[in-house]
């Protein structure tokens, strides 16, 4: 029945083999025939797709953005999955497709997903480049305190990639710590995350919360 297909399934299917095969082929054209007018047309089709897969990362936080304010409209998160699972698979090469598997992270781990979110941030850890690898990391490693996995989640956070994310990390490293019993080491981790966050004009009522619950237990002890 494969003659039978309609015309929107083999523009699928040709869209499929492009994504999956044009850019190799139009590169060996453009190397055998050495022609600069090939070489310009190669590098039009790129920025062409990054316009698309801009273009689509736009709508997909747009999206996300009308459904955070909505987060009971399984329409809305149906809508936005789809977004960042074209993304991923569309422009996988890219860190417009890292940021889809991100989005497809989050929207798993909503949904009690947990092993989906792993794997995806898992493979964001082993593939991605900054800064979608360092919200990567810090992220699986929240997942992984969740499923009493501390020791990998400290593995994740106990060197800090970028200042700018030492909040997170630290605060995670504290997490971590407390799931492993070490409220002492978790208590200055918290105060180090206040601190950087301080720094950087970030709000540090969560991490202060966090930080007075053991001094007052240390205190109680």
Same mark, same amino acid.
């Given at each position: 029945?494969?003659?039978?297909?309609?015309?929107?399934?083999?523009?699928?299917?040709?869209?499929?083999?492009?994504?999956?095969?044009?850019?190799?082929?139009?590169?060996?054209?453009?190397?055998?025939?050495?022609?600069?007018?090939?070489?310009?047309?190669?590098?039009?089709?790129?920025?062409?797709?990054?316009?698309?897969?801009?273009?689509?990362?736009?709508?997909?936080?747009?999206?996300?953005?009308?459904?955070?304010?909505?987060?009971?409209?399984?329409?809305?998160?149906?809508?936005?999955?789809?977004?960042?699972?074209?993304?991923?698979?569309?422009?996988?090469?890219?860190?417009?497709?890292?940021?889809?598997?991100?989005?497809?992270?989050?929207?798993?781990?909503?949904?009690?997903?947990? *092993?989906? !979110?792993? &794997?995806?941030?898992?493979?964001?850890?082993?593939? =991605?480049? $900054? @800064?979608?690898?360092?919200? /990567? +990391?810090?992220?699986?490693?929240?997942?992984?305190?969740?499923?009493?996995?501390? *020791?990998? !989640?400290? &593995?994740?956070?106990?060197?800090?990639?970028?200042? =700018?994310? $030492? @909040?997170?990390y630290l605060? /995670? +490293?504290?997490d971590a710590?407390?799931?492993?019993?070490?409220?002492?080491?978790?208590?200055? !981790?918290?105060?180090?995350?206040?601190?950087a966050a301080?720094?950087?004009?970030?709000?540090?009522?969560?991490?202060? +919360?966090?930080?007075?619950?053991?001094?007052?237990?240390?205190?109680?002890?």
């Amino acid at each position: 029945m494969s003659e039978l297909r309609t015309d929107e399934e083999q523009a699928e299917m040709l869209k499929k083999w492009w994504s999956e095969n044009g850019t190799s082929l139009l590169v060996s054209v453009v190397l055998v025939a050495g022609g600069w007018l090939g070489w310009n047309q190669y590098h039009d089709m790129q920025r062409q797709e990054g316009e698309a897969a801009s273009a689509l990362f736009n709508a997909l936080t747009e999206k996300f953005s009308e459904y955070s304010m909505n987060p009971s409209d399984e329409a809305l998160q149906a809508e936005a999955v789809v977004m960042a699972e074209t993304l991923k698979n569309e422009f996988s090469g890219s860190t417009y497709g890292q940021f889809g598997r991100l989005f497809l992270a989050r929207f798993a781990a909503e949904n009690k997903d947990i *092993d989906s !979110a792993v &794997a995806e941030l898992k493979a964001l850890t082993a593939e =991605a480049e $900054a @800064p979608v690898l360092y919200l /990567a +990391r810090v992220r699986l490693a929240n997942l992984l305190i969740d499923q009493n996995k501390a *020791d990998e !989640a400290l &593995a994740l956070v106990n060197t800090i990639d970028d200042p =700018a994310y $030492a @909040p997170q990390y630290l605060e /995670a +490293r504290g997490d971590a710590l407390l799931r492993k019993g070490d409220k002492g080491a978790a208590r200055t !981790a918290y105060l180090e995350a206040i601190e950087a966050a301080t720094g950087l004009g970030i709000d540090t009522r969560g991490l202060q +919360r966090k930080a007075d619950f053991l001094i007052a237990a240390e205190d109680a002890g």
